[in-house]
């Protein structure tokens, strides 16, 4: 995964605005987006685990080890050097 923030552009208005309000609430743009964002997760989790609730879980694929041996068959390339 990238560990690198994404770049935010913001238009030049918006900008304006948050200067003013972290000149206002003596905080720095980053703390205001910071508490933006915390604040729209806060409000979407609650949302999100609502949705989750809706979703069926298919007990076939509910992460459960299957008991039939025939089911677990992996294709792996044979490394053993061709007998004589």
Do not use: C, W
């Not at 238009?11 to 933006?36: A, C, F, N, Y």
């Not at 879980?57 to 044979?78: C, F, H, L, Q």
Request: no cysteine; net charge negative.
């Amino acid at each position: 995964m990238n560990s690198q923030p994404t770049p935010l552009t913001l238009s030049p208005i918006t900008m304006q605005r948050l200067s003013t309000i972290s000149l206002m609430q003596k905080l720095s743009v980053e703390q205001i987006i910071d508490k933006l964002v915390e604040e729209h997760f806060s409000q979407l989790i609650p949302q999100l685990e609502e949705y989750m609730k809706t979703i069926p879980i298919d007990p076939a694929r509910s992460g459960k080890r299957s008991s039939n041996r025939e089911t677990d068959v992996y294709m792996v390339p044979n490394l053993d050097p061709p007998e004589q």
